[in-house]
């Protein structure tokens, strides 16, 4: 088992930037694709960033270099940086962490949801005009 715990959301003005973060514990070892979704009020949740173990990363058109996705394994702590925010950027921010059925199998991990095994509870980013 794996349990995530995201922190960082928060409330901020259009053009802003917050980090979010998301301690892991627990058999961390087990897992091959750490990512982070957001699913804003009546909307499907939506992978934005994805890492593979060896460190590529994969990002949803929406988010390509406004956000970053990063981790500290020393930590066990995976990193979302947010900038340059837009208001369609609202919602609730989720890490998740998946063994090889995320894995696309070639060289970077998916975004699709389904395939993620682990969750956090969730941080909210509500970002205003």
């Known amino acids: 088992q794996v349990q995530l715990v995201e922190s960082g959301g928060g409330s901020v003005q259009s053009g802003g930037y917050l980090r979010l973060s998301c301690a892991a514990s627990?058999?961390?070892?087990?897992?091959?694709?750490m990512a982070w979704f957001r699913q804003a009020p009546g909307k499907e949740r939506e992978g934005i960033a994805t890492v593979y173990s060896v460190g590529r990363t994969n990002y949803a058109d929406s988010v390509k270099g406004r956000f970053t996705i990063s981790q500290d394994n020393t930590k066990n702590t995976l990193y979302l940086q947010m900038s340059n925010l837009k208001p369609e950027d609202t919602a609730m921010y989720y890490c998740?962490?998946?063994?090889?059925?995320?894995?696309?199998?070639?060289?970077?991990?998916?975004?699709?949801?389904?395939?993620?095994?682990?969750w956090g509870q969730g941080t909210q980013v509500t970002v205003s005009s």
């Open positions: 998740a962490a998946g063994t090889n059925r995320a894995y696309s199998g070639y060289g970077y991990c998916l975004t699709t949801a389904q395939t993620y095994t682990y």
């Open positions: 627990g058999y961390t070892a087990s897992t091959t694709c």
